[in-house]
């Protein structure tokens, strides 16, 4: 069973940079595909990167290309989140996950769609301030 714990939250201001952080208790690449996800209050969860660490395939929400890059350490056993140019509405809980890649074509993927991971960290805050 795969056991996900984040870290790395906090409070900063806008234009800030914050790097997330996620243990898994496995091998990443075993779960296929790891993501972060954030939920914001009031609103749905809603994907914001993802990666296909064998063929090293990231995707990444439109709202945060350019800004946040998702990574793996070597041994792939934690996951990574560097947030830059932070705004205010990025402020959510951020969630790792981990599931399967999705098939693009004939080509699997990474995805963006929470109903593809079946294994969540607890989420870790990060608030970003004007």
């Known amino acids: 069973q795969v056991q996900l714990v984040e870290s790395g939250g906090g409070s900063v201001q806008a234009g800030g940079s914050l790097r997330l952080s996620c243990a898994a208790t496995?091998?990443?690449?075993?779960?296929?595909?790891m993501g972060w996800f954030r939920q914001a209050p009031g609103k749905e969860r809603e994907g914001v990167a993802s990666?296909?660490?064998?063929?090293?395939?990231?995707r990444y929400a439109d709202s945060v290309k350019g800004r946040f890059t998702i990574s793996q350490d070597n041994a792939k056993t934690t996951l990574y989140l560097d947030m830059t140019s932070l705004k205010p509405e990025d402020t959510a809980t951020y969630y790792c996950?981990?599931?399967?890649?999705?098939?693009?074509?004939?080509?699997?993927?990474?995805?963006?769609?929470?109903?593809?991971?079946?294994?969540w960290g607890q989420g870790t805050q990060v608030t970003v301030s004007s």
């Open positions: 996950a981990a599931g399967r890649a999705v098939l693009s074509g004939a080509t699997l993927v990474p995805g963006l769609n929470s109903r593809n991971y079946a294994y």
């Open positions: 496995v091998n990443i690449a075993a779960s296929n595909t």
């Open positions: 990666i296909y660490p064998t063929y090293r395939r990231t």
